[in-house]
């Protein structure tokens, strides 16, 4: 069954999918549909929706599966992040283009970033905060909500005392284009307490708009292409395959504006009859590998048709990766009981207190994620004297990331290491808190890892998960800067402010002292912390690219990836805000092209 034919057909309803379909419906003349393989939510703070991905197994962590959730439904993983927002440092934005792609820096990405968000602070909660920040960097209209946290927990004024007394800064804001030091966190929560995802601050303002069409339960199985390819040589895909209730149905692109463009010329053709593909970094190399654009020796292991090669699909994966198990977090501490700590909401009247608290109010312990401080550090500000690290050392990062990154080892003014302070025992495999006791957790994660790993479809079942292996801690130099990570924790809960609040280790523990079991000790823990990215990256094709700078596919005239995927070098940042901004420059990329096409706006009337 052919559903029907649209300008542009979004393959998948997630984080960057519709706020690229909400804008794209912007203007009047435009129709999109979006197809999307989870359900849409009523309730859009609490969906249980997961597609529940698991990694290879992997050598670095002891033969560890990690576990990798991805939001599945309108929304996508913006319905199960952890909602905190933040921005890297401005150089890493300029890496996009150094790495090939230019127009890719922070300069213009910043347009994005605020058009994309609301923040407005109150001048009670800038001070109470010791906030300041430059207008010009934060957006006051966007559809996603930003705001500031409105429950603090005790043991962070001696955290930051201990932290500053270690030579790291406060940072007053952190958002404009340095993000080293500590500061508080913004957090994608609206004025009401409730989550800002993309399906409440782009999707539900459009959802009765009739040019946006949402196909839920529908999962993208292949992308179809015409016979012949346009005059550049270049494949031109025609539409989606899609699975709905176990059954077959195929959604097109405009066959209009097809038609038209091929009379006139076939090369403007990649400016309409658009096909993005948001699946996230997991799901899009799958979908391009299922319809034949990849690695030949995938493919053929695999008996799928080489439609067109590109072997940089589904490589370049990075991700963070840090400490602990379950989640995050390698350092915990039992915590002077005179500082609660999240183990009081076990007790069920306490609990209820507190959801009284937060309906009433908007404000308390359920009002945001616990976790407000957090901290990028530089090598030099937690590494010591220890640079067990040098140029020469192996590491498995595409060879142009590498030579950027081992630069940045070197300038310390990039921040190499995420520490979050948490006010309770984090989810650790294997360790619970005790009853009765207060704990607090150092979660420290590498912001830029020397490990990099594959994303594969590991068989021709389009319904099939794909293989993930992140090959984490596949080098000493990840290894090294988590043992220093985990000593920095150690100084830092013996200074003075804070070794009266933090009174026992309890992880690593005592125990374990050497660089040898310290090492070990972190195989047993580390996970990834959700921001995995680069396996459709945005690089010159010779290079491996799979995307150019606007976002098309290599070799094909009208195929888009525009979602985490594309980013090819990773951020000291939780990647939501970044993502978002992506988003919103390819939209204003796609529309200001139609604008000035003036044979295609020929097009699109005759097709409206
Ligand atoms: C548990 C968790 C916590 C996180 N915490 C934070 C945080 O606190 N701060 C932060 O900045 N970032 C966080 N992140 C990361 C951030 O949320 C993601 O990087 C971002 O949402 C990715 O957006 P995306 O558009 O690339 O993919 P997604 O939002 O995952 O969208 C992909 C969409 O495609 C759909 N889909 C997949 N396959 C198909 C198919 N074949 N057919 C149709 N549809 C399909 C999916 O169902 C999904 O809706 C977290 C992520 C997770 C999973
Ligand atoms: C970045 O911010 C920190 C914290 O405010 C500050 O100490 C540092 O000097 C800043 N770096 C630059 C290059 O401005
Ligand atoms: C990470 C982030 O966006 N931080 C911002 C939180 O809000 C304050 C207040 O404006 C900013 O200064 C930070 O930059």
Not at 192 to 215: D, F, K
Not at 240 to 252: D, F, I, L, P, W
Not at 297 to 325: I, Q, W
Not at 461 to 489: G, R, S, T, Y
Request: glycine share 8%.
């Amino acid at each position: 069954m052919d559903f029907g034919s649209f300008d542009y057909v979004v393959i998948g309803g997630g984080t960057t999918g519709l706020a690229l379909a909400t804008r794209l419906v912007e203007d009047p003349v435009v129709s999109v549909c979006v197809l999307e393989a989870g359900f849409a939510f009523k309730n859009l703070g609490k969906p249980n929706v997961d597609w529940g991905f698991f990694s290879t197994p992997q050598a670095g962590a002891k033969g560890r599966s990690l576990y990798l959730p991805r939001g599945k439904g309108l929304g996508g993983s913006s319905l199960i992040n952890l909602m905190t927002l933040g921005r890297g440092h401005w150089e890493e934005y300029d890496a996009f283009q150094t790495l090939g792609s230019p127009g890719w820096n922070w300069e213009s990405l910043i347009e994005y970033f605020r058009k994309s968000e609301t923040f407005a602070p109150t001048a009670e909660e800038m001070s109470k905060l010791e906030i300041e920040f430059n207008p010009a960097a934060h957006g006051t209209s966007g559809p996603l909500q930003r705001t500031l946290p409105k429950w603090i927990n005790a043991v962070q004024a001696p955290f930051i005392e201990g932290m500053k007394s270690l030579g790291v800064p406060y940072n007053p804001d952190s958002a404009s284009g340095n993000n080293t030091g500590m500061w508080i966190s913004n957090h994608s929560i609206d004025s009401h307490g409730a989550r800002s995802s993309s399906a409440s601050a782009y999707y539900s303002p459009n959802q009765h708009n009739s040019h946006l069409t949402v196909i839920t339960s529908a999962q993208a199985t292949r992308i179809l292409f015409s016979s012949s390819t346009d005059a550049s040589g270049n494949l031109v895909a025609s539409g989606v395959e899609y699975r709905k209730n176990g059954q077959a149905h195929t959604v097109s692109a405009a066959r209009e504006v097809l038609l038209c463009v091929q009379v006139k010329d076939l090369s403007r053709l990649s400016f309409t009859n658009v096909i993005p593909i948001a699946l996230g970094t997991f799901k899009t190399p799958q979908l391009l590998e299922l319809s034949g654009i990849g690695d030949k020796t995938v493919l053929e292991a695999h008996g799928v048709d080489m439609r067109l090669e590109l072997p940089g699909v589904g490589k370049n994966l990075r991700s963070y990766s840090f400490l602990l198990d379950h989640f995050w977090s390698p350092f915990v501490s039992e915590t002077n009981a005179k500082y609660e700590s999240a183990e009081v909401l076990k007790d069920p009247a306490r609990a209820a207190q507190e959801w009284q608290i937060y309906e009433k109010s908007k404000t308390g312990m359920l009002s945001g994620t616990c976790s407000t401080l957090y901290s990028f550090l530089t090598m030099n500000q937690f590494m010591g004297e220890n640079y067990a690290i040098t140029e020469q050392m192996h590491t498995s990062l595409h060879p142009s990331v590498e030579v950027i990154q081992k630069q940045w080892l070197g300038a310390n003014e990039i921040p190499f290491l995420e520490v979050v302070l948490f006010p309770g025992f984090l989810p650790i495999a294997g360790h619970k808190p005790e009853d009765g006791k207060s704990y607090s957790s150092i979660f420290l994660a590498l912001t830029h890892p020397f490990s990099s790993g594959t994303v594969h479809i590991a068989s021709s079942d389009p319904l099939a998960a794909p293989a993930i292996n992140h090959q984490v801690l596949d080098n000493e130099v990840d290894l090294n800067i988590l043992v220093n990570a985990v000593k920095f924790a150690r100084k830092l809960a013996t200074t003075p402010s804070l070794s009266a609040v933090f009174t026992r280790e309890v992880l690593p523990g005592a125990g374990i002292q050497t660089d040898d079991e310290i090492k070990d000790y972190i195989r047993s823990t580390v996970d990834t912390v959700f921001h995995p990215i680069g396996t459709a990256s945005m690089l010159p094709r010779e290079l491996g690219g799979v995307v150019d700078p606007s976002l098309k596919v290599y070799g094909t005239s009208n195929l888009r990836v525009v979602d985490a995927s594309i980013i090819p070098i990773h951020l000291s940042a939780h990647i939501q805000a970044t993502v978002y901004a992506i988003a919103e420059k390819v939209t204003s990329h796609i529309r200001f092209v139609l604008v000035i096409d003036l044979d295609c706006i020929g097009c699109r009337h005759y097709h409206s």
